[in-house]
Structure formats: C-alpha cells, structure tokens
C-alpha cells in the first residue's frame, strides 16, 4: 500500500520523530505531514537572507495565517483534498537564499529564441542570462536577493502591494512566510517582447524542501511571455528510495493597463516530488493574461491559480492540462474574480487519466455585482484511460450581476470515443497507435498555445514520452506503488 | 357532506383524519420528554420510539450546517414539535395577510378551499374526491394513506423500507424528522399494478392536513407504476417557521415512479427536506420538482441507482423573489452498470432573490456503461438578483458517459423586442419568454397543474405578489 512509504527515512532528525511517528501510524487526508513551519525556522530563514524587519514582519504574519488556517478553506472542496501520498515529515529547506554560480551570466547559457534565461537547480542558480536586446530594452530578470540590494524599496512595494498570496491559503501564507529565495521579472511601461523569457527549475533531492515566489510585475502597454518548465534535477537518484521531496512555487504577477502576460507552465517534476503551487494575477484596465499550464509530474500536486480581473476590459484566458499515470494526484483549483466591466474570463481544463490517477479540477468563476457585460465561460474535461482513474468536476459559478454578455460552464467525462478510434484504425493505424493520436490530439489545442515554439517541442515530446511509459510500464504498474 | 369535526383549523396542521385522539400537544423544545410524548401520543411500538430517540441523540450531536442558506434565524427551541390538530390557536380570515388573498383570488381558487389554505377554515368537500379515489385505489391493492396510519396497518411492510433510504443520521434536519416527524403519506403499489391516476397527496392532505415534519414513505413492487404529486400551485400559509420533510421512494425492480412536487409556502417558511430514491434493476425515478416559495429552500432530491439497467431523471425549476433563496439542486448516485440519469435545472431570480444549484453525479467503481447528463440554466431577471451553481461530478469508471452544461444570463432584449413588436407589452413578452424558459418543467406536469403554474409563474413575474 502507499501509507508505508512513511517508514521513517535513516535521514529524518530525531527531533522530529515525534511528529514523524503519528504520521507513520495512518496519515489522514487532510495531514499535512510538514515539520519545520515554526517561529524559529521563519526567524532562520529571515536571518539568513539578512532580510529588513518589514519582511520578518510579513513572513511572521504569514505563519499566524498558516497557524490559524485549516488546509481547505472553502468548504466546496473540503471532501475534495487528499495529502495521504505526501510523506514530507523528513524534508528539511534549504538555509538561505539559491546562491548564483560564476558564470551564470555567460552569454552561451542563452537558449536560442529565448530574451532571457534562469535556471535553478535546487538552491543554485546556475544560469541568468539577458540577450542585449532585452536588457537595452529595460527588462529585469534578477533573483529576489538581487532586488534586495539594488532597489529594496520596489522590493517592498511588490511584496507588500503586489498582486498578493491568497490570504485564506494555508499553503500560500506557508510559502509567504518561508520562502528562501526568488525571481523578479519587471517589463517597463511600453517595452514588448517578441521573444520568450524562459524559467528552468531542476530540484528534487530527497528529503529537501524548496519554497520559492516568482514575482512579475508589467507596466503598462507592456508585453511578454514567460516559459516555466520544472523538472526534476536528480534522474540518477535511486527510484527505490522513498524519500519525497517537496516544493511550493509562486507566480505573482501584477500586469498593467493594456499589457499582456503570456505564461506556459510545464510541470514534469518526478513521481517523488510533491509540489504546491500558487499562481496569482491582477489585472488592470485591458490588460490580459494566457495561461498555458501543463501538469504531469508529481506525486501530488495542489495548484491554485486566482485571477483578479479588476480593470474593465481585462481578459483572462487558461487552458490547463493533465496527464496522469501510476497513483499521481492532480488536484488543482482556480478561482476567477471579475469585477471590472466587460471582462471575459476563458478557462478550460483538460485531463486525461490512466492508471490508478486522479485528478480533481474545481473551478470557481464569480462575477461580481460591478461586473457588466462579462463574458464568462469555464469547461472542464477528462478522459479516463483506466478503471482505476477517478475524475472529479466541480466547476462553479457564482453570479451578482445579470448583465452579461455570457455566463456558462461545461464538463464531460468519458472514455475514448469508440467512433474516432474505429475510424483511425479503418485508416491502417494499430489500436495503440490510434489511442495515442486521439490522446495526443485531445490535449494538442493547449500545447498549441504555449508561446515557444521550442517549448511546445518539448511538450508533445513530454506527453508522447509520457504516453509510451503508461504502455510500457502497464503490467508492471503496481511496481511503481 | 363528512366535515370532520375535530379538524377545525390550527397554526399547526398535523393531523391526518383518523380514529387516534391525541390529547395534549408538547410544551415548545424539544427534549427527550418531547420525543417520548409524541411516540405516547400516537400509541408507536417500541421500536419506532427507540428509532425516534436514536434519532433524536444524533439530532443533538450533529452541528448546524455552515453551507447553504442562513439558518441562524431558525430558533428551534420556540417550535412546538407535537399538538393536537384540534387545538391550534382560532385564527380568523382578517389575520391571513393581503397577499396571500390576493394570489388566492388571482388564481381561481375556490372560496372554502382559499381558508382552508390559509389554515383559518375547515376542509372542504375534497374529502368526499379522496374517499372515492381511496376506493377506487384499494380495489386494485394501492395503499395510500397518513403514515401514522401506515405504520399501524401495516407494520411489517412499514418496518422493512422505513429509513432505508434516508437515515437518521444522514444529516441533522433528517435526524430531527426522525425524532418527531408525523404525517406525510404511505404508498405501497403492489406488483404489477399501474395506477392509472395520479395520487394527489392534495386531496389526501385537505381531508387530513399537513404537517411540519411530514414524512412520506413510497414503496413501489416489482413492474408497478406510480405518479405521487403533492403540493398546489397555491402559496400555503402557515406560520411554522420550519418545514423539514423527508421523502423517502422505493422502486423494486422494473417499477416506475414519478414523484412531482409544486411547493410555494409563504415567504416566512424554511423549507428543509430530504428527498432520495433507490432506484433498483431497471426501474425508472423521476422526480419533478418545482420550489417558488419559502424563505430558504434547501432542497436535493437525489436518486442512488443501486440496480442494473436504472434510470433516473430529476427536473427541477426555482423561482426565488424578494428575499428568497432557493438552494436547490439535484443527486444522481450510479451504482450499478448501464444505470442512466439526466438532471435538468431551471431557476429564475428576480427583485434581489437568490438561487443556488447544488448537484452530485458520482459513478462508483464498476458502474459500467453510465449514461448521465447534467444540465443547469439561471435567468437573472434584475439588478441584485443572483445565482450560484456548485456542480459535483466525481467519475470513478472509466466506461462513463458524462455531459454537463451550464449558463446564466439574463432575459433575451431580442426577443422581447420580437415579440413587442408583435403587439404584446413588454410584461406579457417577457413573461411568454419566462414560460418558455420553463417550458421542459412544465410540460411533465399534468394539464390542471401546468394551467396553474404558468398563470403562477405569470403573477410572479407581474410583480403583483407583492
């Protein structure tokens, strides 16, 4: 079974065995099996980044919100969470912030097409790197410490002012009070980038715990896309270790009048790594956000994204999808708030699910009482691959303003469609072959719009990848538990 | 003309026209004492009495639901949960409020049945209907009868569905209907038997009242077919600050059962029930339901298919005003292969009312072959209205067809505009588009009712309800 995993690692500290052993016994739903959020390590992690009082003072508000607050706050989805495959109780963060390593600047370190580049490994930053067009151009791209030093009163602003963790997330304000390290990425007023700024984490060593903000800010009429691939550092490391390791991720972003964020996110952590993410906008006047999210890594995975459509005109469309194999969790929420008028709110979720993996897509869309003439429309989707997969819909709406252009939702569950694959098969492809193309082709139309071309490359060569091991690995599936 | 005479009128309408002379009514509250008297009153055997109390307990310990509507003006303590239908405070027809007069009189309903409704007159003649259909009804072996009264007639049968299908501990408005309920109806449709008329719970309920903690028990044999209707289109007036029912329907395998309610209690009322079906092998359950009265509606009438080959469908329609919240919705449970449900959804808010659809569709494990569809539509008629949708959908099989749809929106200008320019005001378009937005709903019901509906749906609209 999954629960013995917890059998305590040779690497958990003793002072920890305390709360390690309950957890070993039978760990609920709801247990959160994390055992360093406390005064001490939020004051550690604060001393070592040599942080000002003002982000002490956050951080420890942070962790009285995570004190106070229960896992799921809202109660559509407290029978909808499920943290029994994280076994997180050895996981210990990094102590300070990623240190860059010489030469992370190099020129060479670019990728090709890209206006920018970082990649951390673990708590390393081993690439960051500007094309000259982008830095003339007036684009930062610097770790959070950097900001620090050279411009902490913007520092300020933006952790203080910005777009903001969600205040009733545990997990967020956990994230808030114990991040050790960053990015910043600012766009000045008017400056549109062609070109991709590309993010590459690489983490995974057991027993680790990264917690990490990404911090955009766009100022007006301005544009950029942003590629995030997270992938899991460490192939060579024993799969036969049951040794998780654990990372929470922010992307905060905070875009401007009639500017435009594109952002693709493409989640291939390990099966060991458990991942929390929280993805927040706010958008002004015309501004527009694209999402472009895939998830198929992780043992558990638990993203929320909260989009704030304040301006009139803003516009929020994001397409997310899953793959899930073995016993992953994909639990995934997003909550969409229009207040501006006329704003237009496209979500869609596409999940396909093979195995014993489950996916639980809950989205909230509300239109607030202010908001006239939105425009409004949330769909999720899935397709099970197996018996054993479990597919969980909530789509929601919530509506204080009639005058909308349209408020709709939609969701299907079923298998592959008999139809098509007869129809492929009559065409001489082998059933696999079939299943494969009308898998592939379900989910095509959000590789579609990820912004590099290269990316997308990489995505349909991920999801095939992904497709081949389910095959593979299909007899010796319980192997993997 | 067989006027009872015991049944006069009272607040409080508990009584079903039998032989049983209750005595004295409880003190308000509710306590063990109270769940004793009631059972000492109505003469239970023991083991409905330890039903009561185990209900009773979980009652207690239960916390109050934080979802939904705003149950906190709710003072359970004020209620008095048993009295004598004879004893119910004289009320006369000047106390019944001017709006409740007036759609009275709007709708056509008759004078002796207008103080019936309104709790300040005796019954009137439908009794002599009701006395005719029972006849007619137990040639052919339908039971249909107070449940107080099934209970004593038919013990065994009475014992061997009752709380099956609803528990007491199932959530804490059950569990207090299990404590204290009485009244409601006992259905029992013997094999084979297809009852050619719909039992209308109307006219049984006018000879022998209703009550505040009903509870209905449905049972339908194997290859039977029902259609149970209760409530009229009428706004039922009454003073109980809570209404909290439990519907309880068996449909044995190959039966068929259509359960429509047309509920419209008067602004003031909680309505608070629990309605589930066990739909067993290929039997089909339809439950109709429409809620445009009350203060709060919480309301999800779901249907486990526990058989092969099940069916089950739910059409519901709210219509919340000023001041009103329908959180209704519906539950499809499929356990068993090619089991099939469609779930139709309609609700309209206006002057600052408030709808909420709630919905489950789950598919176990093994549940093969599911064919199920869920589908919601809100029309928000006006500034401050709103409407909520929380769907559910958790598919564990992967052999499952499932389609939902949603949208909300508010009436279509164009239409209207159409239609006005055919020469209609642009109250009568908007109200021909509202029927129309209706129309799926009300083309199930049975002609008298859809007759009453829409000209309900059309006073509503009008605003003249008040």
Known sequence: MTDIAQGAPAAAPKGNAASAAPAAARQGPLDLTLSFVDGAAVRGTAGAAADPDWLLADRLEGLRAFEALPIETNQLYTTYIDLRNAHLAAARPYAGPAAVSPGAGAAKLLPEGAAAYAEIRENQIAALVLSAEARDAGLILETLAQTQTRDPELLRKLVEGGCALPENDKLAQMTRALWSGGLLIHVPDGVRLERPIVLRWSVGAPDTALLTRTIISLGEDAEVSVVEEQVSADASAPISTDAQAFFAGTTEAVIGAGSTLSFAGLQDFSLRQIAFQHRSTVLARGATVRWALAQLGCRVVRSRIDNRLEGDGSTVEQAEIVFGSADQLFDLTSYTRQVGRDTTGNLLSKAVLADRSRAYMKGLATIEHSAHGTDSFLGEFAMLLSKQARSVAIPSLEIDQPDCRRVAHASSVGPIDETQLFYLESRGLDPDEARKAIVLGYLEPVVARVPLESAQDRLRELLEAKWDARTVARPAAAAVA | ?466
């Open chain 2, 1 to 466: 003309m067989a006027t009872s005479p015991e049944i006069v009128s009272g607040e409080y309408k508990y009584g079903f026209h039998d032989d049983v002379d209750y005595l004295e009514e409880t003190k308000a509250g509710l306590t063990r004492e109270t769940v004793e008297a009631i059972s000492r009153f109505k003469d239970e055997p023991q083991w409905m009495l330890d039903f009561r109390l185990r209900a009773y307990e979980h009652y207690l310990s239960r916390p109050m639901p934080q979802w939904g509507g705003d149950l906190m003006q709710i003072d359970l303590s004020k209620i008095v949960y048993y009295r004598k239908p004879s004893q119910g405070e004289e009320k006369s027809w000047d106390d019944v409020p001017d709006k409740i007069k007036k759609t009275f009189e709007r709708l056509g309903i008759p004078e002796a049945e207008r103080k019936f409704l309104a709790g300040v007159g005796a019954q009137y003649d439908s009794e002599v209907v009701y006395h005719s259909v029972r006849e007619e009804l137990s040639k052919i072996g339908v039971v249909f009868m107070g449940t107080d009264q099934g209970l004593k007639e038919y013990p065994e049968l009475f014992r061997k569905y009752f709380a099956t299908v609803v528990p007491p501990e199932d959530n804490k408005f059950a569990a207090l209907n299990s404590a204290v309920w009485s009244g409601g109806s006992f259905v029992y449709v013997p094999k084979g038997v297809e009852v050619p008329l719909p039992l209308q719970a109307y006219f049984r309920i006018n000879a022998e009242n209703t009550g505040q903690f009903e509870r209905t028990l449905i049972i339908v044999d194997e290859g039977a077919k029902v259609h149970y209707i209760e409530g009229c289109t009428a706004p039922i007036y009454t003073t109980d600050a809570l209404h909290a029912a439990v519907v309880e329907v068996i449909a044995l395998p190959h039966s068929k059962v259509r359960y429509t309610t047309i509920q419209n209690w008067s602004n003031d009322v909680y309505n608070l029930v629990t309605k589930r079906a066990h739909a067993h092998a290929y039997s089909t359950v339809e439950w109709i339901d429409a809620n445009t009265g009350s203060k709060l509606t919480m309301k999800y009438p779901s249907i486990y298919l526990r058989g092969e080959g099940a069916t089950a469908e739910v059409i519901s329609v709210a219509v919340a005003g000023k001041g009103q919240h329908q959180d209704t919705g519906a539950k499809a449970i499929h356990l068993a292969p090619n089991t099939r449900s469609r779930i139709i959804s309609k609700s309209i808010s206006k002057d600052g009312g408030r709808t909420t659809y709630r919905g489950q569709l789950k598919v176990v494990p093994g549940a093969t072959g599911v064919v199920a569809s869920v589908r919601c539509d809100a029309l928000l008629l006006d500034e401050g209205s709103r409407s909520d949708t929380y769907p559910y959908i958790d598919i564990q099989e992967d052999d499952t067809t499932m389609t939902h749809e949603a949208t909300v929106g508010k009436i279509s200008q164009d239409q209207v505009f159409y239609l006005m320019s055919r020469g209609l005001t642009e109250n009568e378009a908007t109200n021909l588009v509202v029927q129309g937005f209706l129309e799926v709903f009300t083309k199930e019901l049975p002609m008298e009712y859809a007759i009453e509906f829409n000209r309900l749906v059309k006073l509503e609209m009008e605003g003249s309800l008040g």
